[in-house]
């Protein structure tokens, strides 16, 4: 197959996925750090900040799964966006239907569906210390359910997989009567 260098918009794609991965990564760090800090601080000293807003303290263990969660969907977030390197590379290399990439197609989807399901624990926690978090004045934006415009992202990446399998089988069978 014919590699393709100098194609401009996957040279734009790689770059902006390796910017947008080294971000996750950051944040996935920083996210590791915070609960470090909260941690270390302990939950005595964390509670007396929280207590001026009426938060229990079991406050403290709900905002660590919080953070822990959210470590857990910038994982998710950061191999997705790995895995779509990997296809764009094969794409440069000239080999788009390579049978490796339905199987990354069909590992981005099930990334995208514990994405989602990651939503749904992290929603009702944002719910249960939004209370308190305005009570302190903070803005909160509560809108962590299920989003149809992923779910059908997901779907199209398993449609996609097959796809891809489809025309790997048939570029082998081209290749096997030439």
């Known amino acids: 197959m014919v590699k393709s260098p100098g194609d401009a918009l996957l040279v734009a794609a790689r770059i902006l996925i390796v910017l947008i991965v080294t971000i996750l990564v950051v944040s996935l760090v920083a ?5 470090g800090v909260l941690l270390s601080i302990g939950q005595n000293k964390v509670y007396e900040l929280i207590s001026k807003a009426g938060a229990p303290e079991e406050a403290f263990w709900v905002v660590i799964a919080g953070f822990a969660l959210g470590m857990v969907a910038i994982g998710f977030a950061a191999s997705f966006f790995r895995v ?4 764009i ?5 000239g080999d788009p239907f390579a049978p490796a990439n339905a199987d990354r197609l069909r590992r981005m989807g099930w990334l995208g569906v514990g994405g989602q399901l990651i939503l749904l624990p992290t929603g009702a926690i944002v719910a249960w210390v939004a209370p308190y978090l305005r009570k302190l004045g903070e803005p909160v934006d509560i809108d962590l359910g299920l989003d149809p415009a992923a779910i059908l ?3 199209v990446l398993f449609i996609l997989a097959r796809v891809f399998e489809l025309g790997a089988a048939m570029q082998t069978d081209l290749e096997g009567t030439v």
């Not at 590379?89 to 290399?93: E, M, P, Y």
């Open 84 to 87: 779509l390197h990997q296809i």
């Open 31 to 35: 996210v590791g750090i915070g609960i």
């Open 153 to 155: 992202l997901i779907l």
């Open 89 to 93: 590379l094969s794409v440069d290399h």
